[in-house]
């Protein structure tokens, strides 16, 4: 069965730096997204994604963040300078567009610590 | 604006006994409603969905029917194993276009 990947699994870095968390949705999807839980606490939307530009994007999402999809299976979120607080688990997660499919299916998670 | 609450966790239950976890919703027009389900060191599955007023979504002994009278998608399961010991989030999509939106999750835990 098809599954959204996304690598890495964990990652350390120190505040300030780019942290760069890589995601490749189901294939035959048009629709990516990010969300983040930061521990104990619930899933929150980070950014939706379709035909190559972001179509919403929460308050969490500010200039320190960015989307791409680089090639045609790819979809990255970009940290520029990390803060503490961004350390949380973030997850891509993928929808198809026909015949009605809403579901989104999520990736395994990068937990993303900063130090 | 769309928000979702469940029941406040930790949930501890014995082997073999009956679950139900509350969820409430509050959303305009019709949403689609899930459940997932995160295991300890695992990322977001979805467990089970329904999409209309009165549908059952059910998948490994879960079920969960979508009232939109009382606004509520709570999840049944009539015996839980040890293997069942996870976190549940109850969540919906207001629409096909718009992001998911997740309750604050409630943990259980099976005792053998």
């Known amino acids: 069965e098809p599954e959204v990947t996304q690598t890495p699994s964990h990652q350390v870095t120190q505040m300030g730096q780019e942290v760069i968390l890589r995601c490749v949705p189901i294939?035959?999807?048009?629709?990516f997204y990010w969300y983040r839980q930061i521990l104990g606490q619930k899933v929150e939307f980070l950014v939706s994604?379709?035909?190559?530009?972001?179509?919403?994007k929460s308050e969490i999402f500010d200039d320190q963040f960015s989307v791409e999809r680089p090639d045609g299976s790819n979809f990255t979120l970009k940290i520029r300078s990390t803060k503490l607080e961004d350390s949380a688990m973030y997850f891509c997660?993928?929808?198809?567009?026909?015949?009605?499919?809403?579901?989104?299916?999520f990736g395994p998670g990068t937990r993303l610590l900063v130090l | 604006g769309n928000s979702v609450t469940q029941m406040e966790g930790p949930v501890t239950l014995s082997e073999e006994a009956f679950l139900t976890i509350n969820c409430t919703y509050t959303a305009t027009g019709y949403p689609s409603l899930f459940w997932y389900v995160q295991y300890p060191g695992e990322g977001l599955q979805l467990l089970l969905k329904a999409t209309k007023a009165d549908d059952k979504g059910s998948n490994k002994g879960f079920e969960a029917t979508y009232r939109k009278e009382t606004t509520s998608f709570h999840l049944e399961k009539g015996s839980v194993q040890v293997s069942d010991s996870a976190v549940y989030f109850c969540?919906?999509?207001?629409?096909?276009?718009?992001?998911?939106?997740f309750g604050k999750g409630t943990r259980l835990h099976i005792l053998p």
């Open positions: 997660a993928s929808r198809a567009l026909r015949g009605g499919e809403e579901t989104q299916y």
């Open positions: 294939s035959n999807h048009l629709y």
């Open positions: 994604f379709y035909n190559n530009e972001i179509s919403e």
């Open positions: 969540a919906l999509n207001p629409n096909r276009d718009d992001k998911i939106i």
